[in-house]
């Protein structure tokens, strides 16, 4: 036998002697001693299992130390009590404490749905190192035209070199998705490519999986790939060091030399993969270009000195230099650029914000109403020990104890729900967050912790201004809990009245401008540029071999039954109109810019254009490049035209005075620019042009089968390019994408406002049917019918809902007509509009409340009566 | 007494210790289960019933008995109180009557 091993291990009995009660202490460890002795008919490997199995088999709640202080009241003990009791009191009250607790969840979880929304857009590209430094370079050609995102080095020769607080440049070529191919293993991929000078890195901070970004570009032949690009190209293999073919309009075979960590969702750059730009001489996409500064950089005062620095170049007579600070590009987007991903709006932004402080003001005024009842229901309780003996700051500790359950309580519930709802949540934005936990832990701890403190110091006002003959008394419980519950219950009201207008003008505006009339006949309308490769020379050779191909294009597609006609015009709503300088003949005003767009005589067929006055181009009477335009309606009346005898328009450009534009008609307004901007006065030149893209209209049904017999002839015409086409139809359907798309949000956090509003107005009804139980009893005895009761109990709940429809409906009436003033075309917000709003509001109260006020009028007096 | 039920283990604890008369400890308790009933519960389990089962006032206990294997230590030995022994009694009633419904037959 060894005796090392039957000597009771120090340690289990050490664990045994803090765990266990004294009393019982001998006997177990006693018992284990004897245990063990048994235990040596066991195999030795065994022993220690069997042994540390029943040492810890010790360690239950019945054989536990009590903690120690119970028996004397000291503040631990009481503390458990406390917390006892308020878990008592949650499951008495189990109706008015899982509503408030109900409410606080989803007050957190939605307040905090639309914080890290915010929080997103405000943290966007800030981590970048140097992101307050980087500028982009714009230009525009003459002083009536919209600044453009041009490189200042490429079209004008700057020499950034020359500027002492500039510290780089940095020249991107952007190609998007079906620009660009990536090919390995004879395996072609789609991809977003960037063409970046070696500068790239010290511009934006993107982290490589592994090792350094510097120096990674300055070899020509390297490519870096992004981490889910590269997890697409070659799975689970190691990408470094693979060779792959990159084709657009140059074909270059490069070597993966780092892939990227994840693109962070608060990066509105996004690409799949770099190219160093110095392993081609030419890139045919027009690029951006980018500067960074040092800190003593005054832009101002940068962009007044290069203003005219591109002056000396004679063609650029006009043009005007500047900068604009990078951080501005998101929120403010001037240019549509396919560098960036993401777009911010920054009205939806303060609308967002609005909605979280609404949220957050329901939230609070929902729970402390219910938390105020629930106290009031206790008051008695509060008074008794009182007389007991406890003092004010003992009634403090415990309401404070109560709170701390909620906080927990509610913090992992909402925690979880939002770790559940948060994919949905995103997928339904259609945006990319990057979860961060203890970001979300926090932000949902502090919202409940600020909301169940500021209600506690309600209830604690309350407390200390309390006398304990009032609160033995029943006097209290009469008086206070109406007013106070009316009062928070008629403004949580107010509030999410003003939430329900505004959703329903929301809807009815995007409603309105979903449904509204383009003007156009949009429908079936395929969009295709056949000759439109940007880096085509200008050889004789090349100009004939493009004239033979548009010419055997149009009969090609004119020889196909499927499509009904085609036109070469520039394609409305998506494109954008280019502005110069017009005038109108014979008057004194001056030259404004105006827009323009070149189109080809079927144009108006083709678009459904109608005409008011006079004639839209046409093949016998017109040629290509003549003075004379067709203008809309809104020209017509900019420009004050009474007929078109002697309408002639002058045009800086083209001409001017000497050689003026001769109005041959007028068309009916339709919309070319985005549908929810104001149609504005538009030329339409007709200017025949090989290379502008066609517009084809398909037969009924045919549509799929036109876009693939375009393919077919783009393949002949272009063996090496990518295919392209749009349709109209999508173009006119994506204006509102994104307007549907807030709105439906915007409709989810406006129901869980009624909701919580509803759940605060349904308690307020519980506890008031609860204290007038004897009053109904009598009235009922007295005569009065279940109808008679049901109506007077209702009423005086409703009375605080009309009260807050009265307060909100001018509130939201002057909110949203400012809102709409955004809007060029509004729809009205009609009478009907608060009409259905009052019904709603009255309809989902009668449902929170007839629960109660039918059961307590049909309830027998015999039993209401009785009732205490 | 709130509950006067009896679960399964602290039955046959119960009966257990009427059994082991004077020798009825924790682990002497422990080792008859396995032995008689074939179950095996560790020391701490049939310790917490115990506990239990003192508190419903169904046994008591006295310490005594002090051995060298026990390194000197005293057991706990159980009792059966009154109503301890009524409870069981109550429970066998139960069944006899119970399976005293059910015709031989009906049970194979």
């Known amino acids: 036998m060894n005796h090392s091993k039957q000597t009771p291990s120090r340690l289990a009995e050490a664990i045994l002697s803090w765990f266990c009660k004294g009393n019982l202490l001998e006997e177990i460890l006693g018992d284990l001693q004897e245990y063990q002795k048994d235990l040596v008919d066991k195999p030795s490997w065994k022993r220690p299992i069997l042994y540390w199995f029943n040492v810890f088999q010790f360690l239950r709640p019945s054989l536990a130390k009590q903690l120690s202080g119970t028996k004397k009241l000291n503040n631990y003990g009481m503390l458990k009590i406390y917390f006892k009791s308020s878990s008592r009191n949650f499951f008495k009250h189990r109706l008015i404490s899982s509503m408030s607790l109900l409410s606080l969840v989803f007050g957190a979880l939605c307040f905090h749905l639309v914080y890290v929304w915010i929080n997103n857009e405000d943290e966007m590209d800030r981590f970048h190192k140097n992101v307050d430094a980087i500028h982009m370079s714009q230009a525009k050609f003459n002083p009536q035209s919209d600044f453009e995102p041009l490189s200042l080095q490429m079209f004008f020769g700057m020499d950034f070199t020359q500027f002492t607080h500039i510290r780089s440049a940095l020249m991107i070529h952007t190609y998007y998705q079906g620009q660009i191919e990536l090919i390995t293993e004879n395996r072609d991929f789609n991809g977003k490519g960037c063409v970046v000078d070696s500068t790239f890195f010290e511009f934006f901070d993107f982290k490589l999986n592994n090792g350094e970004t510097k120096n990674l570009l300055t070899n020509p032949s390297n490519i870096i790939l992004s981490h889910e690009y590269a997890e697409k190209v070659f799975g689970d293999t190691n990408p470094i060091g693979r060779t792959v073919q990159i084709r657009c309009d140059q074909t270059g075979t490069y070597q993966v030399a780092g892939v990227l960590e994840k693109i962070p969702s608060n990066s509105s750059i996004s690409f799949d993969f770099l190219i160093p730009r110095h392993s081609r001489n030419f890139w045919a996409k027009i690029p951006q270009e980018f500067i960074l500064v040092d800190s003593s950089f005054d832009p101002i005062d940068f962009n007044n000195q290069i203003a005219e620095m591109g002056r000396a170049n004679s063609r650029h007579k006009e043009s005007i230099l500047s900068s604009i600070p990078f951080t501005s590009l998101y929120l403010e987007h001037p240019f549509d650029l396919s560098l960036f991903e993401k777009q911010g709006d920054s009205s939806s932004i303060s609308t967002m914000k609005f909605i979280a402080v609404v949220i957050l003001l329901i939230t609070l005024l929902c729970f402390t109403g219910l938390q105020i009842t629930l106290h009031l229901s206790s008051t008695r309780k509060m008074g008794v020990k009182r007389v007991i003996g406890a003092t004010k700051w003992n009634l403090f500790v415990e309401v404070m104890v109560s709170r701390l359950h909620y906080l927990l309580i509610s913090t992992v519930m909402a925690y979880l729900l939002f770790s559940w709802i948060f994919p949905w949540y995103t997928s339904i934005m259609e945006i990319q967050i990057d979860r961060n936990y203890m970001m979300d832990l926090k932000s949902i701890l502090i919202v409940i912790t600020s909301v169940t403190g500021i209600s506690a110091i309600f209830i604690v006002a309350q407390l200390f201004k309390v006398e304990v003959k009032e609160a033995l008394t029943n006097k209290l419980i009469f008086l206070q809990v109406p007013k106070i519950q009316r009062l928070l219950t008629t403004i949580q009201y107010s509030v999410t009245i003003v939430l329900i207008v505004g959703t329903v003008v929301v809807f009815s505006q995007f409603n309105f401008m979903i449904n509204k009339d383009t003007g156009l006949d949009h429908e079936r309308i395929i969009s295709v540029d056949f000759l439109d490769m940007e880096n085509r020379d200008d050889s004789e050779e090349e100009v004939q071999n493009q004239q033979k191909n548009f010419q055997y294009l149009v009969n090609q597609m004119m020889q196909n039954p499927d499509i009904v006609d085609v036109s070469q015009g520039e394609l409305p709503i998506s494109s954008i109109a280019s502005p110069a300088s017009w005038k109108r003949m014979g008057s004194d005003s001056e030259y404004t810019s105006q827009n323009h767009m070149t189109v080809d005589t079927r144009y108006d067929d083709i678009l459904g254009i109608e005409l008011i006055q006079g004639r839209f181009f046409s093949d016998s009477l017109d040629r290509s490049r003549q003075n004379k335009v067709v203008i809309n309606e809104a020209a017509y009346k900019y420009w004050e035209f009474s007929d078109l005898k002697d309408a002639k328009l002058a045009n800086t450009h083209w001409g001017g005075e000497e050689d003026p534009w001769r109005v041959i008609g007028v068309v009916k307004d339709y919309h070319y620019e985005h549908l929810s901007n104001e149609i504005k006065p538009l030329i339409l030149l007709f200017l025949q042009d090989n290379e502008e893209g066609f517009l084809v209209k398909a037969q009924p049904g045919k549509v799929m089968k036109s876009v693939s017999f375009l393919e077919q002839l783009y393949k002949e015409v272009n063996p090496k390019g990518i295919f392209e086409y749009d349709l109209l139809e999508d173009k006119v359907e994506a204006q509102y994408t994104k307007e549907k798309r807030v709105g439906k949000v915007y409709l989810a956090f406006t129901v869980v406002a009624l909701l919580l509003s509803s759940i605060g107005l349904f308690t307020f009804a519980f506890h008031e049917t609860k204290r007038r139980t004897k009053e109904i009893g009598i009235r009922k005895i007295n005569g009065a019918g279940v109808y008679q009761i049901f109506s007077m109990l209702s009423f005086s709940f409703l009375k605080s809902i009309i009260i807050a429809f009265v307060v909100a409906c001018p509130v939201s009436w002057y909110f949203m007509n400012k809102w709409l003033e955004n809007f060029a075309y509004r729809a009205d917000i009609g009478w009907w509009l608060f009409v259905l709003t009052g019904l709603i509001s009255v309809l989902v109260a009668m449902i929170a409340i007839s629960w109660q006020t039918l059961d307590v009028a049909r309830k027998n007096p015999v039993e209401s009566l009785r009732y205490e | ?108």
């Not at chain 2, 006067?4 to 059994?19: F, P, Q, R, S, V």
């Not at chain 2, 005594?64 to 005293?74: I, P, V, W």
């Not at chain 2, 030995?77 to 399976?99: M, Y």
């Open chain 2, 1 to 108: 007494m709130e509950k006067e039920y009896l679960g399964e283990l602290e039955e046959l604890i119960l009966l257990l210790i009427l059994t082991l008369k004077e020798e009825a400890y924790g682990l002497a308790i422990s080792k008859a289960l396995k032995e008689r009933a074939n179950r095996t519960v560790t020391i701490g389990a049939v310790h917490g019933t115990v506990t239990r089962l003192e508190k419903k006032g169904f046994i008591e206990s006295t310490l005594g008995g002090a051995t060298e294997e026990r390194g000197g230590r005293r057991k706990r030995l159980f009792t059966l109180t009154a109503s301890g022994k009524k409870v069981l009694q109550k429970s066998r009633d139960v069944k006899v009557t119970l399976w005293a419904q059910i015709p031989e037959l009906a049970v194979k």
